[in-house]
């Protein structure tokens, strides 16, 4: 981490935690809410395709396995969800691994059309699933509640400690403590021999595997640890909401997340948070637009593609970089004859 | 003994509307390594615009096929030229196309939805009746005509391919793109017209799709999905190997939903895919693993 990573996290941080005693309304913090929790999604994300290259399409569907195992947990065990939450990200490490198994041998195409097929897959079930479940007593509801979702299993339980007013705080310090910890794991896999050996591997190949990295083990490991996060933003997302529904695994959200990737800049560390933010923000300009801002959306992902790949990040980083290197040549040149 | 006919005769029918879309989508990945995500909204595209030509301009029904795949052929240009025409040869073209027309297809399909509103409408251009029986399962017009259609196209593409210049210049690009290029075939050219046929393909299949179904615009996305199967089953780019998994996955899903139910087919699919391509990374009808970077 550098000195700039830093700064920017404890000012970021300082804002974030501010935020609630400056008496907000609460759709704004509910607003911030969602925005910590699409981050920590996105932050995932960008670990397995902007570091170690994995076209993986399949973030939605680990997102909607943590959500809707904690929503079964809760409601047919009767657990407190605070029990049922490492339960649903070790769930979701198993069900990557198994996907990472079966798709990572291949490659990158191969990988995001596989990967996209799973989410369908998972969808088609649950649409499809419409017999009544013995665990549901009293109703006709399926075991995982088909179209319509299922509710019922309870939430962060903050309604209880700070009343029935100031819970969503609880849930806003929730949802912020995940991000956080998501953030401190992408710093901590950048910098750890993960994030190296894939940097090997980008920069020489060739060299990188004659030297005994193996890309495969790596990936599925970046693959694995990094969906301990995507469903544990499911597991929150789904308490604080309260119910979970097929709609989680819709393309609409697949989109939206990866808006966010995109714009915000791939593979780089600080580009989800950013994406997160703008896309979220514009996002508010355009409900008032209706149908127009799924075309807004489409249309800003194609210019983005063609004119900034590498997202308003990247930008960012040029610009810095361009006005770093002129100030400092421009010093080096002057300090020069003085020698 | 009825069941197996059913699953034949089902299967075929699916396998032949996929067999379309597929063929189109692996012509494109041959061509300049672009998996066209728009493509599902092409086949959605096909639909409406027989509605269009039947509903609203008001030509007979039989216009309105080729008014489709006019349509569909431009379209698919209007994808290069918004696309491909300006990410060809940059840094991580390969995945940076996906987003890209992705984006696009999500326009295509949300601009359909803002003018004709998410009813379903049915299509205009179709026949009704059963033609007889095999066994004792009923065979419709519709079946038969979706087998004919899908047929004459396949062929007239292998023709297409094999036969004439503007198809060898098409091959000669898929096989090497800078050889073709110092043969001097104009490359940019062959890009476009290969988008245009897969466009036009899609349109058909998507059409064929609506017959059974409804139009509505996402129903290209389901479809969508089950081509990208069949070209990763086939070996991207294969497009013999393309039209055989097609058959082989319209049998598989066929099979899964007569047997089992109809929500288990796509599911089905996928295992079968996966442990497929797990045997053979490269495809079952891929012989050389075309390595492009």
Redesign the interface.
């Known amino acids: 981490m550098m000195r700039r990573d830093y700064i920017l996290s404890a000012v970021l941080l300082v804002i974030a935690v501010g935020l609630p005693w400056l008496d907000p309304p609460r759709y704004l913090l509910a607003q911030g809410l969602l925005l910590f929790c699409w981050a920590t999604v996105v932050s995932q994300w960008n670990l397995v395709f902007g570091i170690a290259g994995i ?1 993986s399409l399949a973030q939605i569907a680990i997102f909607a396995v943590g959500a809707y195992s904690t929503a079964m947990m809760g409601r047919y065990l009767e657990m407190n969800l605070w029990y049922a939450f490492p339960i649903a990200g070790v769930i979701g490490v198993i069900f990557s691994l198994l996907i990472g198994l ?2 990572l ?2 490659r ?3 990988v ?3 990967t ?3 989410g ?2 998972l969808f ?2 649950i ?3 419409g017999e009544c479940s013995p665990l549901n007593p009293g109703i006709c509801m399926s075991f995982t509640g088909g179209p319509s979702g299922m509710g019922g299993f309870g939430g962060f339980g903050w309604r209880e400690v700070l009343g029935g007013r100031h819970f969503i705080i609880g849930d806003y310090y929730s949802m912020l403590g995940l991000l956080i910890l998501a953030m401190a794991f992408t710093f901590w896999i950048i910098h750890s021999r993960m994030g190296l050996a894939f940097k090997a591997l980008r920069d020489n190949p060739e060299l990188a595997s004659s030297r005994g990295i193996s890309r495969f083990k790596y990936q599925l490991l970046v693959f694995a640890l990094s969906a301990f996060f995507t469903a544990e933003a499911g597991a929150f997302f789904a308490a604080h909401f309260g119910s979970v529904g097929p709609g989680q695994l819709s ?1 609409t959200l697949l ?1 939206f997340l ?1 808006s966010m990737l ?1 714009v915000g800049g791939m593979g780089r560390p600080w580009g989800p948070l950013l994406g997160a933010f703008l896309i979220m923000g514009g996002d508010e300009f355009l409900k008032e637009a209706g ?2 801002r ?2 807004g ?6 210019v983005f ?2 004119f900034l ?1 590498d997202g308003v990040a990247g930008l960012i980083d040029r610009v810095w970089r361009r006005l770093t290197t002129r100030g400092g040549a421009a010093r080096a040149g002057k300090a020069a004859p003085a020698e | 003994m009825d069941y197996l006919i059913q699953i034949i005769v089902s299967g075929l029918t699916l396998g032949s509307m996929y067999a379309l879309s597929a063929v189109g989508l692996s012509l494109v990945w041959g061509s300049f390594n672009c998996l066209n995500m728009a493509h599902g909204s092409v086949m959605a595209l096909g639909a409406y615009f027989t509605l269009i030509a039947v509903d609203s301009i008001g030509f007979p029904v039989w216009v309105s096929l080729p008014f489709a795949m006019v349509g569909g052929a431009l379209v698919g240009t209007a994808v290069y030229y918004l696309s491909v025409h300006w990410m060809l040869n940059t840094r991580n073209y390969e995945t940076n196309i996906i987003i890209a027309t992705f984006g696009i297809g999500m326009v295509m399909e949300n601009g359909l939805l803002k003018i004709f509103g998410g009813y379903p409408y049915a299509q205009p251009l179709t026949v009704q009746g059963v033609a007889g029986l095999i066994g004792n399962v009923p065979v419709n017009y519709r079946s038969i005509v979706i087998w004919v259609v899908a047929a004459v196209l396949m062929v007239a593409l292998g023709l297409l391919l094999t036969r004439t210049r503007a198809g060898r210049a098409i091959r000669a690009v898929a096989q090497n793109r800078d050889g073709a290029k110092l043969m001097g075939v104009p490359v940019a050219r062959v890009y476009v017209q290969v988008l245009m046929l897969a466009s036009l393909l899609a349109a058909v299949s998507g059409i064929l799709i609506s017959t059974t179904l409804q139009i509505v615009p996402y129903m290209g996305a389901n479809p969508l999905l089950k081509a990208f199967i069949v070209i990763c089953l086939a070996g991207l780019g294969n497009i013999l190997g393309a039209l055989y998994a097609a058959l082989l996955v319209g049998l598989v899903e066929a099979s899964a939903s007569t047997l089992w139910a109809p929500q288990y087919g796509f599911p089905v699919i996928l295992v079968v895919v996966i442990l497929a391509l797990i045997w053979r990374p490269e495809g079952l009808f891929g012989r050389v693993m075309v390595a492009r970077q």
């Open positions: 076209f079966g798709c041998r291949m990158g195409v191969y995001a059309l596989l996209i097929a799973v369908q897959v088609v079930l649409m499809g699933d393309f989109l990866i995109i149908e127009w799924h075309i959306f489409g249309v800003m992902l194609l593609m063609i790949p």
